[in-house]
Nanobody
Framework: QVQLVESGGGLVQAGGSLRLSCAAS????????MGWYRQPPGKQRELVAR???????SYANSVKGRFTISRDNAKNTVYLQMNSLKPEDAAVYYC??????????????WGQGTQVTVSS
């Protein structure tokens, strides 16, 4: 079983920073892309950022220039550095990983979610 454990959420004032971490463990053969989604209150989950196995990063337009995604392949960990936080960034943040076990056998796993609260 693959487990994703998130940490780093909390309460921060607008303009502040937080760094989220997500470590994957278990029956991992090969991690391809990793990413972060978020779900604001009363809204559906949306993609925030993703990073491929070759370290190509992409971001939602709303966070470009403020958030940075990175990964430590040796530790199967993905990070999300969030700077210049806005109240609109408040949400439960979920990490996700795409794992290839063999051939075209891809599977997706989600973290438990971590709360990010931004006060004005």
């Amino acid at each position: 079983q693959v487990q994703l454990v998130e940490s780093g959420g909390g309460l921060v004032q607008a303009g502040g920073s937080l760094r989220l971490s997500c470590a994957a463990s278990g029956s991992i053969f090969s991690i391809n892309a990793m990413g972060w989604y978020r779900q604001p209150p009363g809204k559906q989950r949306e993609l925030v950022a993703r990073i491929t196995s070759t370290d190509t990063a992409s971001y939602a337009n709303s966070v470009k220039g403020r958030f940075t995604i990175s990964r430590d392949n040796a530790k199967n960990t993905v990070y999300l550095q969030m700077n210049s936080l806005k109240p609109e960034d408040a949400a439960v943040y979920y990490c996700v990983t795409e794992i290839r076990y063999s051939g075209s056998d891809y599977r997706y796993y989600w973290g438990q979610g971590t709360q990010v609260t931004v006060s004005s």
